[in-house]
């Protein structure tokens, strides 16, 4: 991401914590800073990516987040919605959240998916710099909708994944081999996008060792969001459990 921001002409300013990340940001065009008031002070649009909601947290409500008047705050790490709520009501600036979808294969394409809530104006600013490595950039609703439309999605991922474990035992007492279930599957009308990516894995178990814990994260924010807001799951809940019983 930084990459594609610096290859945009962008002026990126990046928060690097040790020397060698320091390092490794320059060389992708971008100045390191070591401290993220240094990053956000003259920034138009400051960018966070963290793994979780309590880092999110931690960056933007317990750090030094002294953003210029009239820029914007992106979050791109999934989690809950009520958490960008609250740094736009405490911080009194201009938040969008734009959970992202994809790998690092995808960023340097330039073609992650970005679910992106905000108002209007927000994210009309802040798209120029989306675009650099997404596509497309999915403007879903007001602040809080881009988390919401990514948790669902994330949840419709894990059920996925759990009716494929499902159809693979199945399989195997009928005397098919996983392999070369995978390797049939994708060519019948039960072809998607989450059979593609477990087949190119090799085995259902290959790829929940590779994504379990990020699809675990996020499946567990959207349960709890699901729960704050006086519901649940569904019938995704049991098809996931069977996702759940692989990844243990």
């Not at 990053?39 to 002294?66: I, K, N, P, W, Y």
């Not at 600013?125 to 989306?130: D, E, F, K, S």
Request: glycine share 10%.
């Amino acid at each position: 991401m930084v990459a594609r921001l610096a290859e945009a002409g962008h002026d990126v300013r990046v928060l690097g914590r040790s020397d060698e990340k320091r390092a490794a940001i320059g060389q992708l065009g971008a100045t390191a800073m070591a401290d993220a008031a240094s990053v956000t002070s003259q920034a138009d649009v400051v960018v966070v990516c963290v793994f979780s909601d309590e880092q999110v947290r931690q960056v933007c409500l317990e750090g030094d987040l002294s953003m210029a008047p009239g820029s914007v705050l992106v979050v791109h790490t999934t989690g809950s919605p009520r958490t960008v709520e609250n740094i736009a009501v405490s911080l009194g600036i201009d938040v969008v959240d734009a959970p992202v979808s994809g790998g690092p294969h995808n960023a340097a394409a330039g073609t992650l998916t970005l679910f992106v809530g905000g108002a209007d104006d927000a994210v009309a600013r802040a798209r120029p710099v989306l675009s650099c490595y997404g596509d497309p950039v999915l403007h879903v609703g007001p602040l809080g909708a881009g988390q919401k439309v990514k948790l669902v999605n994330n949840a419709l991922f894990a059920a996925q994944i759990g009716l494929l474990s499902a159809s693979v035992d199945l399989a195997e007492r009928l005397g098919v081999p996983e392999p070369t279930l995978l390797s049939a599957l994708p060519h019948g009308s039960a072809a998607s996008r989450v059979l593609d990516l477990v087949a190119a894995g090799g085995s259902v178990a290959s790829f929940t060792q590779m994504a379990g814990e990020f699809v675990g994260k996020d499946v567990a924010v959207v349960r709890g969001v699901a729960a704050e807001l006086g519901s649940d799951l569904g019938v995704l809940e049991n098809v996931i459990e069977v996702f759940s019983s692989r990844e243990k």
